[in-house]
């Protein structure tokens, strides 16, 4: 009945990053992407185009490191249990090829040598810290040994005869031959964490990155010491990544001290330092350098691409969420459809200081304002024009609100916690505390005028906007279960209440609110629903993963798109026009789907 959607575009999420902990970023053989791991997600994106992202969401645990093999036809990810999942990186399903279990424990970084056919993998196991084995079979064929606490890096030399190395939470690097891999020797030169080894790519060299600020160079077949960069310190901070240039003639580092540096290895001398920003979001945690492409993550989540020419200015910055995204909405201005999403990260497209907490609920008013409800306890006014955040914007609530709506004539009803609050213009000017149920969903009528409420014990009150105060018309709706989201259409005839036995009840509002049809589909509770422009139709989200888009004449007719967002439930919906549905989820990513009717 329905032609299958594609998804247009998908706003991917920012790397998952945490203070004084490395961020690796996955390099592609063949150039094109890059890669990293925020939550439960791998997000692979392309390196000319970020726009253009792919999300691998198959790992039941928190991922921590994603590598494309040198054939470029697999991806090797790991994660806080210790799983490693192999899949293919050539047809969208990326299917799974192999899964093991190397170690019970966080795998912290993993390597393939150069044909592909072997894996290292480190981290923090219970009775060993790291494994290297054949990828097709799982089977040894080597022992990493030689440090007594977590691994935190491994590399294998691209070259023959192979060669391995490790930095360890020890203060220790460890240098292997194989394979079969032997340990050879530690290498003790540093006084802090190693957090960092890599091999040039031609093989020669090898370097070190530790917490102490310092960069060794090695030699990459005898593992004997070349030289300090810098002489002593490379940086005022800890160094949390490096990555070789293409000709592995030059080294780009990552600091804590808020600098990215580019090393001359053969002279030992700087060539570029970069000044990355005065602030402690400002750290470096991660950085690639892939063909002419200098990408650096720092402490914020947002990933810079370095300039040369203009060392104190990246030529781009990718921003947006690297938080689970609780709510949207969609904003028309000047015929350009924008999508608003609330998190509890630092938002990036606002100035000034916003919500300090999660963001649980978002809506656009008349005046061009984005009203936005917060567990920091206030509703805060937003102008869209000038995207400011201003501190007097700001209204604090007696209680924690939890849902709003916005209407016409400057009016805004805000659910708290037992309290229903309606504001005017900005200001609180009525509330009613004595509820006999908990409020939970609210929607103003598009002519003014009536507030919908949906409450836990599964009815929708009806209340009357009058002047300055709220009156309970005494009249309540029956839905099927406790109301969790509702929706008036655009054009006022309908109401669409869910609800948390998965069923969507609509009524007729110029029948007197009639019960007009009943939806059934979604296996698990539905969170949220959104009318389409064209009042005929209507999408609902829900636990069980599932956004169907229903026909208001007709039950039977619907669409589905199934796994929206794989693995995590739909957090919010909005319609950017009447053929393009918006989703986002708590996979932080943005998503947007193309609807035809056929």
Known sequence: ??????????????????????????????????????????????????????????HAHQVVVAKYAPSGFYIASGDVSGKLRIWDTTQKEHLLKYEYQPFAGKIKDLAWTEDSKRIAVVGEGREKFGAVFLWDS????????????????????????????????????????GPPFKFKFTISDHTRFVNCVKFSPDGNRFATAS?????????????????????????????????????????????????????????????????????????????????????TISLSGYINYLDKNNPNKPLRVIKGHSKSIQCLTVHKNGGKSYIYSGSNDENDGFSGKGHTNQVSRMAVDEMDQLVTCSMDDTVRYTNLSKRDYSGQDAVKMDVQPKCLAVGPGGYTVVL????????????????????????????????????????????VRLYSIQGTSLKNDDKSLEAKGPVTDLAYSHDGAFLAVCDANK????????????????????????????????????????????????????????VKIPD?????????????????????SHDASVKEWSISYN
């Open 211 to 295: 917490a102490d600020g310092q960069i060794f160079v090695y030699d990459g077949k005898t593992g004997e010491k070349l030289c300090a960069l810098g002489g002593g310190k490379a940086h005022d901070g800890g160094i949390y990544a490096i990555s070789w240039s293409p000709d592995s003639s030059q080294l780009l580092s990552a600091s804590g001290d808020k600098t990215a540096k580019i090393w001359d290895v053969g002279a030992n001398s700087i060539v570029n330092t970069f000044n990355m920003g005065s602030n402690v979001l400002d750290q470096q945690l991660g950085c690639l350098w892939q063909k002419d492409h200098l990408l």
């Open 416 to 459: 708290c916690i037992g309290q229903i609050v309606l504001m005017k213009d900005k200001k609180k000017c009525f509330a009613i505390d004595d509820l006999d149920y908990e409020p939970e969903a609210v929607a103003i009528h598009p002519g003014g005028g009536t507030a919908a409420v949906g409450g836990a014990d599964g009815n």
């Open 564 to 584: 929206a967002h794989r693995l995590h439930h739909v957090s919010g919906l909005a319609w950017l026009d009447e053929h393009t549905l918006v989703t986002t």
């Open 1 to 58: 009945l329905f032609s299958p959607f594609p998804v247009e575009k998908v706003f991917a999420s920012l790397p998952q990053v945490e203070r004084g902990v490395s961020k690796i970023i996955g390099g592609d053989p063949k150039g094109n992407n890059f890669l990293y791991t925020n939550g439960k997600c791998v997000v692979i994106r392309n390196i000319d185009n970020p726009a253009i992202a792919d999300i691998y969401t198959e």
């Open 503 to 558: 069923v969507v009840t609509v009524f007729s509002v110029t029948d007197g609110y009639a019960e007009h049809n009943v939806f059934y589909g979604h296996h698990a509770k539905i969170v949220c629903i959104a009318w389409s422009p064209d009042n005929e139709h209507f999408a609902s989200g829900g636990m069980d993963m599932m956004v169907y888009v229903w026909t208001v004449s007709d039950p039977e007719t619907r």
């Open 138 to 177: 799982g089977s040894s064929v080597g022992e990493i040994t030689g440090h007594n606490k977590v691994i935190n890096s491994v590399d294998i030399k691209q070259t023959r005869p192979y060669r391995l190395a490790t930095g360890s939470d020890d203060n220790c690097a460890a240098f292997f031959e």
